[in-house]
């Protein structure tokens, strides 16, 4: 491909934006004893510039600084316990861990019949 003058400024335009908005180079999951582990790469990004919000088992991370935006929305199903989720950053990195839903004893009832 030939690239023009106005190639390459389109090219530079689309690569700043990208290093703008997309901070997240890292995006590894990982399930090790029954915790689920989200890391993400949040350079320059700090603990208070990072929100985590979770609505009808939606997580949502956003985080947004002078230079840099970072969102990801992530639907969970019903085997994580969300209500024990645990994230830090630490190095430019957010993680995020969330344990597996602990298996509920079955109940039993026992209907007297009169």
Do not use: C
């Amino acid at each position: 491909m030939i690239y023009t003058m106005s190639n390459a400024w389109n090219l530079l335009d689309e690569l700043a934006e990208r290093a703008r908005t997309n901070t997240t180079k890292q995006n590894n999951m990982d399930i090790v004893d029954d915790v689920l582990t989200m890391n993400f790469d949040v350079p320059g990004l700090s603990k208070s510039d990072i929100t985590i919000k979770v609505e009808d088992r939606v997580i949502t991370l956003e985080g947004e600084n002078d230079d840099r935006t970072f969102n990801k929305q992530y639907k969970l199903n019903e085997d994580w316990d969300i209500n024990q989720a645990e994230a830090k950053v630490k190095n430019g990195v957010l993680s995020l861990s969330i344990p597996k839903m602990k298996e509920k004893k079955k109940k039993v009832l026992e209907i007297i019949v009169k």
